[in-house]
DNA sequence: TATGTATATCGGATTTTTCCGATTTAAAGA
DNA sequence: TCTTTAAATCGGAAAAATCCGATATACATA
């Protein structure tokens, strides 16, 4: 499946999930308290603790964001490590530079 | 007021919001047959011909557009021109770009 | 002044998005 | 196996976005 603008810009129409891609810029700033490794990504419930909002609302979030491909999602046992997409990412800013 | 992020993005969210911005890239390619010159921007009726909403919902939709920042209106007589705010759009492009 | 034309705004129906709590699924550890 | 923990999914309420037709406003012209 190829990147369709559509859906990133929907997925970027909402400010908490903008603040997530931004956060995963800087994991060691954002989520210095991670138990885990950062360089495993990040854990579902770091965001959690950083929005505010209730575990179910972040996880359609995230699967939001994972559908429109901006980020990538690894699953070590019971957590699910996140990711920026960076390829996507880069792709959907070039496309919007020389198209909108 | 300064640009906001969130509103424009928001404003991009809609694929018909997108398509006018992109159509007015290139009046000449999409807007041929206006009656006006084209050098006044686009005429309101231009995008309803063009995308087969209704007067109301085109006129909605080009307000989102300039309330975000991303057009600026030009009015002549009974006529609205319509034209993109280039600077805006470029200095949103780069705030994407750099912090997205 | 009365009529026609272009656009904006209003009112309301429909659809989509957002959000939460409860439940389910899956894995970890006692 | 039983319990705990993490995340996904379900069901439904509330809010926001979308769209249209009708009406209002503003300008042009007869």
Redesign the pocket.
Known sequence: MTIDKTEIL?AL??P??VSFLEWMREPEQHFCDQAHPLEMGI???QF?KKC?????????????LEKAGLIK?N?V?????YRRDEDNIASFLNDLKSTL
Chains 1, 2 share one sequence.
Do not use: I, M, P
């Not at 505010?52 to 939001?64: D, E, P, R």
């Not at 046992?77 to 490590?81: C, E, K, L, S, V």
């Open positions: 929907k129409a909402h908490v999930r854990c579902a419930n959690e505010g909002l209730s575990q179910s609302t972040v996880s359609a979030h995230l699967a939001t999602t699953r046992g019971q957590w699910a490590f």
